[in-house]
């Protein structure tokens, strides 16, 4: 089984280039099985809207992860809700909207998909370690599991994948719009990566122009975000599993432009 995982989508630069390259994509890294992308900055920046939830999957998202900012966009919050192929993720207090997993199936394979968010450095949520050991333990045995986790610091998010080695077929990271040169098949046969990286601008700070970023650390006060759409690029990790045995085989990195 082939899956495309696409880092954080931000804003329209990030959808138009996801939309420019996926074909391309598909013909030199695919066919691909399942199409997992997160989602958390496709609004603006800022969360997600049901018109371009439904844009996502038309370029050919099949199932989107989530982060810290999906609660950023009003409007996209009865999604979580009423999407079952979106999710945010699963350690948040049981109170808050939507789900973290889901098992997928498209043409006979399926997938499950995890999402969970680090708490170095972010909003202290509930433990990501011991909500993975139990959202598993509700999983039906012998699917392929693949994990979003959405984290700052790599430290947490290899602790994670490391923890899960052996018992998830992929652990992937995002959230810090970096991509890392870290990816390879843990020792169980856990893929990893501690982060895919961005699909939107390069050319400023983490998909922001980088005007208003700089203005905020000279000046210590909030300033508008304006989304980045210079040096556009698809960042992503195509991941080989063995479905028999939710092992991976193979993962690669993708930085790919219009
Ligand atoms: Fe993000
Ligand atoms: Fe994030």
């Not at 999402?115 to 333990?137: K, V």
């Not at 699917?143 to 979003?148: E, G, R, T």
Request: with cysteine; net charge negative.
């Amino acid at each position: 089984m082939r899956i495309l995982f696409v880092g954080d989508i931000v804003g329209k630069p990030g959808r138009k280039v996801f939309s420019s390259v996926l074909p391309g994509a598909r013909q030199s890294d695919g066919p691909f099985d399942f199409v997992v992308v997160n989602a958390e900055n496709a609004a603006g920046g800022f969360g997600l809207t049901a018109k371009i939830m439904l844009e996502l999957f038309d370029i050919g998202a099949d199932i989107l992860t989530s982060g810290n900012h999906i609660w950023d966009n009003r409007d996209g919050l009865p999604l979580l809700d009423e999407e079952n192929r979106l999710l945010r993720p699963a350690n948040y207090p049981p109170e808050a909207r939507g789900r973290g997993m889901a098992t997928f199936e498209k043409k006979g394979l399926k997938l499950a998909v995890l999402n969970l968010q680090g708490r170095i450095f972010m909003q202290a949520l509930d433990c990501p370690f011991r909500r993975a050991d139990e959202e598993l333990t509700s999983l039906e045995a012998g699917i392929p599991v693949l994990v979003d986790v959405h984290a700052e610091a790599t430290s947490e998010k290899r602790a994670l994948a490391l923890y899960l080695d052996g018992r998830v077929s992929a652990v992937v990271g995002t959230h810090t719009h970096v991509q890392t040169a870290d990816e390879g098949i843990l020792e169980g046969g856990t893929a990893f990566i501690s982060d895919v990286g961005m699909t939107g601008g390069h050319g400023g700070i983490i998909g922001m122009e980088s005007e208003s970023i700089i203005s905020r650390f000279l000046t210590g006060m909030p300033s508008k975000f304006v989304v980045c759409g210079k040096d556009s690029r698809m960042d992503a990790v195509v991941i080989d599993i063995d479905e028999k045995t939710g092992k991976s085989i193979s993962i690669k990195r993708l930085s790919l432009d219009s």
